[in-house]
């Protein structure tokens, strides 16, 4: 079976699948620190270290279990992001390969609150 069989025929889409099936395997991010963006005012809300970054930013944006980020939001009166589309206005941002381990990771994450003041950081 092919795409053409699902009526997936359409270029753009065709054009997404041989991108994909093209593409050499990519490791996930590790040993991280990373930022959530507001992609329209540019704020860093919130910024962490990770051992694995796509586990981590599943518990911030898991929906079943209640997503942090979107908990973050809908109790906060002073910024006008709506809490139901908090994953299609935000981003991530990260820095990766970050020696010694956690505590290198808890090093560059230190430093980065103090100076991205993230909304959602507290100490």
């Not at 991205?116 to 100490?123: A, I």
Request: hydrophobic share 30%; net charge negative.
């Amino acid at each position: 079976m092919t795409l053409d069989d699902f009526g997936g025929s359409s270029t753009d889409l065709r054009d997404a699948v041989d991108e994909f099936i093209e593409k050499d395997p990519q490791e996930h991010a590790r040993s991280v620190v990373y930022g959530i963006y507001d992609t329209e005012s540019g704020e860093c809300l919130y910024v962490g270290e990770a051992k694995w970054l796509v586990s981590r930013l599943n518990d911030h944006y898991n929906t079943r279990t209640g997503s942090q980020i979107k908990a973050f939001v809908e109790n906060d009166d002073s910024i006008d992001i709506d809490a139901t589309d908090v994953w299609e206005r935000t981003a991530v941002k990260y820095v990766d390969g970050i020696e010694d381990g956690k505590a290198g990771r808890m090093r560059v994450e230190s430093a980065l609150i103090d100076e991205l003041n993230p909304r959602y950081n507290t100490r």
